[in-house]
């Protein structure tokens, strides 16, 4: 090869090597989302997580990557989930589908940013110093469904006024159980009523929770807030179904699937906000600085086809109370 070949192709190569450098720098950010959830129950939320991300001009597959990971209801899975994206080096950790799985993303890293979705308090479980300054690595969204329990009995109370003794499904390995159960026992004399708790983890316990309930010849169920519980509740709306058992449940994706009621927050809503917090930390601001972000709505819905199946009539002032009613 001639000198002036050789020192052409040397140059051109050279001038080359800036662009290179600045195609690997230009990497899309990556993030790590893990939930307790499953990915079969959890197509609306990640849709509405990623129309916050867009909000900020993040659109997945174009300028930004997202690992997820799915527990699908094993809580124990979390914290080897949280671990492995921490190794991974994500810009961003998304903790949602519940308090174990913020928890888990919490305790992973205390350098990466978190976004946390929960529904219990984040103070308590150590993530922020307070709503309005986190002060930490970490902010994001808090529902407080877990503690929507006595509203939902006492709706469950109005719903079915002859029925004396009810069924609650509570699930022990979730992290705010003890406390829910303790709202359950105190608010239940309040109104007149007996609960029977009946207690799953897994799907073995669920089977044996169904069949206690049964047992015990329950006239109402309400089915306490809980991602395991998420994850099963075609399961839970069928037996419902089958055995003709007025239930209450958290969120308005229950009612849509044939449940009966439910009382809760937007959880799209909330979703949306995690992406939102996501992109705006992707362009630089920091989790301590965003404030923790609370529900101003909770939603009352009402299915009235399954209600006219379960042969049960709704009061008047039920439906009218209710935002929104399912024909």
Do not use: C
């Not at 950010?29 to 849709?47: I, K, L, T, W, Y």
């Amino acid at each position: 090869m001639r000198r002036r070949e050789f020192l052409g192709l040397l140059g051109g190569a050279a001038a080359a090597w800036p662009h290179v450098a600045r195609a690997q720098q230009q990497a899309p950010p990556v993030v790590g989302f893990m939930s307790a959830r499953a990915p079969e129950d959890s197509e609306h939320v990640v849709q509405a997580f990623h129309k916050g991300l867009k909000e900020r001009g993040y659109i997945e597959g174009e300028n930004v990557a997202i690992e997820y990971r799915w527990a699908r209801g094993d809580y124990g899975r979390l914290p080897a989930l949280a671990a492995e994206l921490v190794n991974r080096r994500v810009n961003v950790l998304v903790g949602v589908g519940g308090d174990a799985s913020a928890r888990a993303a919490g305790a992973a890293t205390s350098t990466i940013p978190v976004v946390f979705g929960m529904g219990g308090d984040p103070i308590k479980s150590g993530l922020v110093e307070s709503f309005n300054r986190p002060g930490r690595n970490a902010t994001g969204f808090v529902i407080l469904s877990n503690d929507l329990e006595p509203k939902r009995l006492g709706l469950l109370k109005e719903l079915v006024p002859e029925v004396s003794y009810f069924g609650a499904m509570l699930n022990p390995n979730f992290p705010p159980a003890a406390g829910q159960l303790r709202d359950i026992e105190v608010s239940a004399p309040k109104i007149d009523r007996r609960v029977f708790v009946a207690k799953a983890s897994n799907d073995a316990d669920l089977d044996t929770a169904f069949a206690a309930l049964l047992r015990e010849r329950v006239g109402a169920l309400l089915v306490a807030s809980d991602p395991f519980f998420d994850t099963r509740r075609g399961r839970i709306i069928a037996f419902a179904a089958q055995n003709k058992l007025p239930a209450i449940y958290q969120f308005r994706e229950y009612a849509v699937d044939g449940g009966l009621i439910s009382y809760g927050p937007s959880i799209t809503d909330a979703y949306r906000q995690a992406g939102t917090y996501t992109g705006r930390i992707l362009k630089g601001e920091k989790p301590a600085d965003l404030p923790v972000v609370l529900p101003t709505k909770f939603d009352f819905v009402i299915n009235l086809k399954t209600a006219k199946a379960l042969g049960l009539a709704v009061s008047p002032l039920l439906l009218v109370r209710a935002d929104e009613v399912i024909e």
